[in-house]
Each structure stands twice: as structure tokens, then as C-alpha cells.
């Protein structure tokens, strides 16, 4: 991206100056815990419980680590694993190319993304966004998804069981897509991918695994808090020079 351009976009990211990291420190720490493992891989081998009406015509008895990208979609529209599905419009998928390198994992949809059915479409997705132009991509070539395909009310914080029934789909998302590398946005994204109580602060500019192929993730600040905390898009834009180099080196091997 030639110089101008890139100062239009740190400019829409209200970022005035930057420095661009010499060197990273990456450790190839994979924070997630056998128990944890255990329980999701056990999830994993259920077979989607889908009660709903329209549910009913679906293939129930297939493992959700065996469907399609097509059934997948369909278990999630009717998905009824936890209890969020009393309280949403409609169930939010997933977005963007189902060939991409790069998969950005969110954490639930907010009231916006629940009417519309698309992941990161309010304020906050209009700065993830910009985010993306500043590193030369955009929304349709990578792809968007969340820990939790249902709002939580009150765009409350996820529950851990309801965590716990939605991780088997994303983990067949990452087996369909099979990226080179995910960017866990926010805290609560991070913390449960991770299974780490960890801050943002020390979660940040490490690598770490994710999923059944170890893919590398880095991990980044959530545009609503970036919004919320001006002063912190440039640690982001840190982080997203670390994505654009992590990318470009994984797509070498
Ligand atoms: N915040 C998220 O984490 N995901 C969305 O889809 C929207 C807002």
C-alpha cells in the first residue's frame, strides 16, 4: 500500500503517529488445558441438538465435526444448545471467503449484527473495517466469526456453558476453512480461546495455537473498546503489522 493511502487509514483509526515493531516476541505457548480440550472434543463428537420446528427436517444424527459447510450453516440457524436462542432474532454464521488465510474470531453478536445476521456490522465493525483497509484487506477476503453464534441478552458477557455448546461449530468452521492464522479480538474472545485468565496486556504480541490444526493466533484489542479507549489503537495497529508479518510468512511455507 503506497504511503498516502496508508496514512488515510491510520488517519479514519485516529491514529496520528506510529512505529513499526522491530522484532516480535513470539512464543509458541498453546495455553489451552486438557480438561478443556476434553470437554469440547466431547461436544464436538454429539450430534447437534436441534429441537426447533424447522430443525426437525435436519440430518440430527451427524456429528457437527462431519457436516458440511452447508449443514453447518443450516445447524446453527437451528441451533437450540444453549438458551440464547429464546432470546435472539436469528443466529449470526459467519462471514466472508471460505478459502482465507486469515480468521478473525469476535466474541458474540450485539444487537445490530442479531437484526442483521452478519458479524461486526455496528460501530465497532465499521472501525474492524478500517482496521482491515489499513493492512491492505478487506471483509470479503478474510473470514469474520464469533465464539457465540447467538446474542446474549443485554449484550451480556457469554456464559461459560453456553461457550461450551456453541465451540463445536466454530471448531468445524476452522476445520472447513482451515486458516493459516486467527486474530482473536477482545478479551473475552482471547481469554476463552486461550483458557487463560490472562490480561489483553500480556496476551498480546505472543503467538499461541488454536483448534485441531494448532493454527497460530494472535490476539488483538476489540474495536468497541478501541472506541471506548482511543489511546490504545496504536498498541492495535502494533498488532496488526504483527498479523500482516506472521501472514506473509505463513504463506511461504
Ligand atoms: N462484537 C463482537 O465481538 N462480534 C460481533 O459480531 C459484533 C460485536
Keep these: 500500500m503506497d504511503e498516502k493511502k496508508r496514512q488515510k487509514h491510520l488517519q479514519i483509526m485516529e491514529i496520528q503517529t506510529w512505529e513499526v515493531r522491530k522484532s516480535e516476541q513470539i512464543k509458541g505457548a498453546d495455553m489451552a488445558t486438557h480438561k478443556r480440550k476434553k470437554a469440547v472434543e466431547e461436544e464436538v463428537k454429539q450430534p447437534a441438538k436441534a429441537t426447533s420446528?424447522?430443525?426437525?427436517?435436519?440430518?440430527?444424527?451427524?456429528?457437527?465435526?462431519?457436516?458440511?459447510?452447508?449443514?453447518?450453516?443450516?445447524?446453527?440457524?437451528?441451533?437450540?444448545?444453549?438458551?440464547?436462542?429464546?432470546?435472539?432474532?436469528?443466529?449470526?454464521?459467519?462471514?466472508?471467503?471460505?478459502?482465507?488465510?486469515?480468521?478473525?474470531?469476535?466474541?458474540?453478536?450485539?444487537?445490530?449484527?442479531?437484526?442483521?445476521?452478519?458479524?461486526?456490522?455496528?460501530?465497532?465493525?465499521?472501525?474492524?473495517?478500517?482496521m482491515l483497509h489499513a493492512i491492505n484487506l478487506s471483509r470479503e477476503e478474510i473470514f469474520i466469526a464469533?465464539?457465540?453464534?447467538?446474542?446474549?441478552?443485554?449484550?451480556?458477557?457469554?456464559?461459560?456453558?453456553?461457550?461450551?455448546?456453541?465451540?463445536?461449530?466454530?471448531?468445524?468452521?476452522?476445520t472447513l476453512l482451515k486458516p493459516k492464522l486467527i486474530l482473536a479480538v477482545g478479551r473475552?474472545?482471547?481469554?476463552?480461546?486461550?483458557?487463560?485468565?490472562?490480561?489483553?496486556?500480556?496476551?498480546?504480541?505472543?503467538?499461541?495455537?488454536y483448534g485441531p490444526y494448532h493454527t497460530p493466533l494472535l490476539v488483538t484489542y476489540h474495536p468497541a473498546y478501541l472506541l471506548r479507549a482511543p489511546r490504545e489503537k496504536r498498541k492495535s495497529w502494533d498488532d496488526l503489522q504483527l498479523v500482516v508479518k506472521r501472514l506473509e510468512q505463513l504463506s511461504h511455507k
Design 188 to 209: 473475552i474472545a482471547a481469554q476463552f480461546l486461550l483458557n487463560t485468565t490472562e490480561a489483553m496486556g500480556k496476551l498480546r504480541g505472543q503467538e499461541f495455537t
Design 146 to 174: 464469533n465464539i457465540l453464534k447467538s446474542r446474549p441478552p443485554n449484550n451480556r458477557d457469554p456464559k461459560p456453558e453456553e461457550v461450551a455448546a456453541c465451540t463445536p461449530f466454530l471448531l468445524r468452521q476452522i
Design 53 to 130: 420446528k424447522k430443525a426437525v427436517t435436519l440430518n440430527q444424527e451427524k456429528p457437527i465435526a462431519e457436516l458440511t459447510w452447508k449443514e453447518l450453516e443450516e445447524q446453527v440457524a437451528n441451533c437450540t444448545r444453549c438458551d440464547l436462542y429464546k432470546t435472539r432474532t436469528q443466529t449470526v454464521f459467519g462471514v466472508g471467503n471460505r478459502q482465507a488465510d486469515l480468521l478473525i474470531i469476535g466474541e458474540a453478536p450485539g444487537s445490530n449484527e442479531d437484526k442483521q445476521g452478519e458479524p461486526f456490522v455496528g460501530r465497532a465493525g465499521k472501525l474492524l473495517n478500517s
